[in-house]
């Protein structure tokens, strides 16, 4: 783990035990990669994947798929964990990306993944919902993963505002439900200066030829097999004729 998330994470079970609810920093490699401060391709390395395993004292989810999914899955871990009769803190750090045409292994399947899928990012309408899901599932430690921007934080921190005793400060940079449209010089817009038109709005895409799903790759490997190891040396074009072959297959093959 790296050492200035460990610092992070310092006192966090006490926290949690304290019956404080954590709010997440948000997307790490994602952001660095659109920054410029990590070239796509070696990732594994250099993002940190904190693996639930047996007798954890945080028990919960990262990344690959999108907010309700993730709430989903903890919620079948925590029925595990207490059916066993045990406790723990729970944790979910979702994609923010939509993701309900993934299969088993998330977005990475996706044709967009990774330089195309803002299409799919969820508004801060979205986290509203994902904060309040994750609250009422029991959910104490909620962050956000791949696609996180500080915005989307925001919104976390603001719908949990009450049970967390605290505006986050970022607060001051905007109104909350869009209140700072009041001001606005087109009535229509001032009109939206309302937390129910937020809360009901179907965003569109924009993209009339797009679909609103799309066919994930299924390749049916994954960890350990040998098309998957981390190689030290660019795709040679050899290599790449080969990808190129299965990929063939597999979509003749579906
Ligand atoms: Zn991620």
Redesign the pocket.
């Known amino acids: 783990m790296c050492p200035w998330i460990s610092l992070l994470l310092q006192g966090i079970l006490e926290r949690l035990s304290a019956g404080e609810v954590v709010i997440g920093d948000g ?4 952001a660095l990669e659109k920054r410029g401060y990590v070239k796509a391709g070696p990732w594994t390395p250099e ?1 940190t ?1 904190t693996h639930p395993e047996a007798g954890a004292q945080i028990v919960g989810v ?3 798929f999108d907010p309700m999914t993730c709430v989903k899955a903890v919620k079948m871990m925590k029925e595990g964990v207490e059916k066993a009769g045990l406790k723990a803190h729970y944790m979910v ?1 979702p ?1 923010a990306y939509h993701t309900p045409d993934c299969n088993c292994q998330g977005f990475i399947d996706l044709p967009e993944f990774p330089f195309g899928l803002e299409p799919r990012i969820l508004t801060r309408w979205d986290m509203h919902k994902y904060a309040r899901e994750a609250y009422k599932a029991g959910i104490r430690f909620i962050g956000g ?3 996180f921007e500080p915005y989307h934080i925001r919104a976390v921190a603001e719908e949990l505002a009450s049970e967390r005793g605290i505006i986050p400060p970022g607060s001051e940079k905007h109104g909350m439900w869009g209140s700072g449209l009041e001001m606005h010089t087109k009535p229509w817009v001032r009109a939206r200066a309302r937390r129910d038109y937020w809360e009901q709005l179907m965003p569109a895409s924009g993209r009339p030829k797009c679909p609103s799903l799309s066919t994930p790759e299924g390749w049916g490997v994954t960890k350990g097999h040998a098309d998957l190891l981390q190689h030290k040396e660019a795709t040679s074009t050899q290599e790449m004729k080969h990808v190129l072959e299965m990929q063939k297959k597999v979509k003749t093959s579906a």
Request: charged share 0%; with cysteine; net charge neutral.
């Open positions: 997307g790490f490699v994602f993002a994947v990262n990344c690959h750090q994609l993963c791949c696609g």
